[in-house]
């Protein structure tokens, strides 16, 4: 009876799935799925897969989306084939529908690789669905507050996740992530070197973390990013596990060392080396060649609006995209255009948040990260724009040590708006920092803005 | 003059960009003219009670309060000596569990608290409430406090109850201690509240009425006067937007308003 009601389930998934390519705004990504699983609980769960087939899942505060596509591509490269929800529809509908459009018309999914992104919430239901060969957990941070509330809730969930055969694959410079292998028999780590003399910058201001085994304060030896980096527990002596794989990021060359091998890279910031540090203990553990690994490394491209580099006029916009509430990538976005030591604007644009009800006014976790790092004197203003929390904005500039002379405040979201005030400096570079959903509207404000200018 | 800070555990009560909080106090501290001397009591430090007029708790984890309460349980006895005298403390969001008397975690288990306040808390468990998970419930806040409109964020994830203490203040608009109207708390001068944004650097005027407070008990009568404050247009220009933002919101169901 359950494989009729499965099957029935997946015919009308897949002719929805049909649907969705001629009916415009209905989602291709979890329309599917979501109606699957109405039609059948636990749906998921009655695939079949290959005896070869090695299941493969994603999870964590930031990264998933990137992970899973390097893994993606890497498995490709390796001429194997994979059924992947590298669009990042990564909760029960998104995966449900990722499983419709690979699978037979009798639930049987045909590839030697399934590696899904799942959202750190629903890994302890898709692992009842569906039991994973490998997790790989990028980290686990502060992130989406409103839903989360604290990291300690995502990681009960994990634990509730994770049986003993599983083979976890771990940040070894993140605690929460790191500290998942307690006691775990199949385990392997991953990291990205760091040098301990640049980035330590002791300051009154500057915290770190709670150790998620004994409550006690977390010391890094060096931060690659937010909460990210070679530590130790002064407590319970939890620390980076040693024997992990860490790679070792040469910007001269944009490359990577690992284990001897160098790897061209395209993308060189910190938050893609910890990426690539996965792929390569994902690498290891199901022994991939380094040919393999350099062509996917060659062929992988990120998704489209998260940086973007725009001309608007005389200026060139470099658009850096955030996710609000989470700190580690605004850190990341923050460390990005520091590293451009040329004369810029810095746009800020956080934003109220509108992702669940109700919406509100959090900026807080602008105060997580260190913005001392803009004060090197080469951002000559900064703007802050938003609807709602722009003063705030500028109040957690201020309180940085910010001139309030070169903060500007515009309390709107109109990009136009923004691309009037930039044409009162003379400055050519601007960092823009801002949320996902203002990628198409900056990019129809500058396509308007060039059409004006007859560009 | 000085005001003298110990800023309790940074590393681990620090939820919520709380070290703002710190930063926040020093500029309206300098600007009533003022020197802050903030001084952070890490995990295993002891608290200088003698020289300290504010003790100051941010946001911490649930699942690090026990630790938080077994690491100031060494000071309990002069921690409540602190109190009597009237010692002040400024406590954020959950980190209220640690001072309160006990807290019911979702899965039944009690953690006993230090008993400064007479509040018990509940992890929340919402099944009622439409709103986002069961476990928190985030939104904006905005309440009253002697007359003075306080606008912040509130990432709640107890359900506080007050026994012989006072409200700290009012709810205009949020979720408070248990979306009974109520917000925070107030035994002596221990102030408990669920506003997070971080709480002074949104709304100065709060933290000069809390150090007038604070230096009155000293027998140091400082200006309140906040002429001096450099982003104070900030503060009241991002208070009105909130306010704006909030109104829109009063259509929803369950969530207190009194505006």
């Known amino acids: 009876m359950k494989r009729i009601q499965f099957l029935f389930a997946l015919l009308v998934g897949k002719i929805i799935m049909g649907l969705t390519k001629i009916i415009p705004g209905v989602s291709g990504t979890t329309w599917p799925g979501g109606i699957a699983n109405i039609i059948m609980k636990k749906f998921p769960k009655y695939f079949k897969f290959g005896e070869n087939t090695r299941i493969v899942m994603v999870t964590g505060t930031s990264g998933k989306t990137t992970t899973t596509g390097m893994l993606s591509q890497l498995i490709k490269s390796w001429e194997k084939t994979i059924c992947t929800n590298d669009i990042g529809a990564n909760m029960d509908r998104g995966i449900a529908t990722t499983l419709i459009r690979h699978s037979t018309m009798g639930g049987r999914v045909k590839a030697d690789y399934v590696v899904l992104e799942v959202d750190e919430r629903y890994l302890p239901i898709m692992t009842k669905l569906i039991a994973p060969h490998v997790i790989l957990v990028t980290n686990v941070l502060k992130d989406q507050s409103q839903r989360n509330g604290e990291p300690g809730v995502i990681m009960n969930k994990l634990k509730a996740a994770i049986d003993g055969d599983v083979h976890l694959i771990l940040n070894a410079h993140e605690p929460n992530s790191g500290s998942l292998g307690f006691d775990k028999k199949y385990v392997s780590y991953y990291g990205v070197a760091g040098d301990v003399t640049k980035t330590m910058d002791f300051h009154l201001m500057d915290v770190s973390c709670s150790c998620p085994v004994c409550g006690n304060s977390i010391q890094f030896e060096y931060e690659n990013l937010y909460n990210i980096g070679k530590y130790s527990c002064k407590g319970c002596g939890l620390k980076s596990e040693d024997d992990a794989t860490i790679i070792e990021a040469d910007t001269t060359n944009v490359a990577f060392a690992c284990d001897g091998t160098s790897y061209k890279v395209k993308y060189i910031s910190k938050d893609f080396m910890y990426c690539y540090a996965s792929l390569m203990a994902f690498a290891k553990h199901e022994g991939i060649d380094s040919k393999s690994i350099q062509k996917s490394i060659d062929e992988f491209k990120i998704q489209s609006g998260r940086v973007e580099q725009m001309k608007a006029g005389d200026k060139t916009i470099n658009y850096l995209r955030i996710k609000q509430e989470t700190p580690v990538t605004l850190q990341s976005a923050i460390d990005v255009a520091t590293a451009d030591k040329s004369e810029k604007i810095v746009v800020l644009d956080l934003s109220e948040i509108v992702d669940f009800s109700p919406k509100y006014t959090g900026m807080y976790y602008a105060y997580d990260c260190n913005f001392r790092k803009f004060m090197d004197g080469s951002v000559v203003k900064y703007i802050c724009m938003s609807k709602t929390v722009c003063y705030d904005v500028a109040t957690r500039l201020y309180l940085e040590g910010v001139d309030k002379k070169d903060i500007t405040v515009i309390p709107t979201d109109d990009y136009d708006l923004l691309l009037t005030e930039l044409e009162k400096y003379d400055t050519k570079t601007v960092y823009l920092l801002t949320w996902m959903h203002s990628y198409y509207s900056c990019l129809s404000s500058i396509e308007k803005y060039q059409k004006k200018a007859g560009e | ?259």
């Open chain 2, 1 to 259: 003059m000085m005001l003298n800070i110990a800023w309790i555990y940074p590393d681990i009560l620090n939820l919520h960009g709380d070290r703002g909080n710190m930063m926040a106090i020093a500029r309206i501290a300098e600007a009533m003219g003022l020197d802050a001397r903030i001084t952070k009591v890490n995990y295993g430090d002891s608290i200088d009670f003698d020289n300290t007029d504010l003790i100051f708790m941010g946001a911490g984890q649930i699942r690090d309060m026990s630790h938080v309460v077994k690491g100031i349980s060494a000071d309990k006895d002069a921690f409540l000596s602190y109190v009597e005298k009237g010692g002040y403390v400024l406590c954020i969001g959950s980190t209220g569990c640690a001072l309160g008397k006990k807290l019911t975690q979702e899965n039944g288990e009690l953690l006993e608290g230090l008993g400064i306040l007479d509040i018990t808390a509940k992890e929340l468990n919402r099944t009622k409430m439409p709103y986002v998970t069961k476990e928190v419930y985030g939104d904006d806040i905005w309440w009253t406090y002697n007359n003075m409109e306080i606008l912040g964020n509130q990432i709640q994830r107890v359900d506080y109850t007050l026994g012989d203490v006072k409200p700290l203040g009012q709810v205009m608009y949020g979720y408070g201690n248990n979306l009974g109207g109520e917000e925070g708390a107030r035994f002596k001068n221990v102030l408990l509240t669920n506003t997070v944004g971080p709480l002074l650097s949104a709304n100065p005027w709060f933290g000069a009425a809390l150090i007038s407070e604070i230096m009155k008990a000293k027998d140091e009568d400082v200006s309140i006067d906040l002429g001096n404050l450099e982003y104070l247009e900030y503060a009241k220009e991002a208070a009105e937007l909130k306010k704006r933002f909030i109104k829109d919101k009063f259509k929803l169901p369950g969530i207190i308003h009194n505006v």
